[in-house]
């Protein structure tokens, strides 16, 4: 068994996530996938400070019975000043898929936006091959609605805010890990 945990992603995380996408089964079903090139350290970085004021990005950290506390993934979620903003996530340790890490860590990452009352849900972007991803977010209450961009499946979640939601200002204007150095 696993204890899954997010912590905020670092600059200093940039060369491990760059790292996991030239895994070939990692990189074919990222929504941005190019699959004949691979990710160069400039775009890589350019993603990374791309709409810093309106995502989240976490690293997924696992612990395991008998080892210490390690990254093995990314949850990010985009445009979290729209109503429904785009959640993805992917694991870079590939002897950990299928083990729930990700169910685990995509249910924290709901968790975290349910906090917010302007967001009545989420969105996730699929590739149509990419069937443990559809399985993952379909578990968790996403339904595709729609094709979305480069004909990948547009997958919705809606959800009911707890009590204790913060505002949108309060997100706006929290301290945040998330703004560039630039």
Not at 85 to 105: S, T
Not at 138 to 166: D, M
Request: include cysteine; charged fraction near 25%; hydrophobic fraction near 35%.
């Amino acid at each position: 068994m696993y204890i899954v945990s997010l912590r905020p992603l670092k600059e200093e995380d940039l060369p491990l996530l760059l790292a996991w996408s030239y895994i070939s089964p990692v990189w074919e079903c990222l929504p941005t996938s190019r699959k004949s090139e691979k990710l160069t350290w400039e775009q890589h970085n350019k993603w990374f400070y791309y709409k810093r004021g309106t995502r989240f990005d976490w690293m997924i950290i696992v612990e395991g019975k008998y080892g210490r506390p390690r990254p093995t993934g990314v949850v990010h979620v985009v445009d979290i000043d729209k109503p429904y903003p785009e959640i993805g996530l992917y694991i870079g340790e590939m002897k950990l898929w299928g083990r729930g890490v990700g169910k685990d860590a995509l249910r924290l990452g709901i968790r975290e936006m349910e906090r917010y009352p302007h967001v009545g849900g989420l969105h996730a972007v699929i590739h149509p091959e990419n069937k443990r991803s559809i399985g993952l977010f379909t578990s968790l209450g996403f339904k595709k609605i729609s094709e979305s961009r480069k004909e990948q499946g547009l997958y919705e979640c809606p959800f009911n805010r707890p009590e204790g939601a913060v505002s949108l200002d309060q997100v706006r204007t929290r301290p945040s890990y998330q703004s560039s150095p630039a």
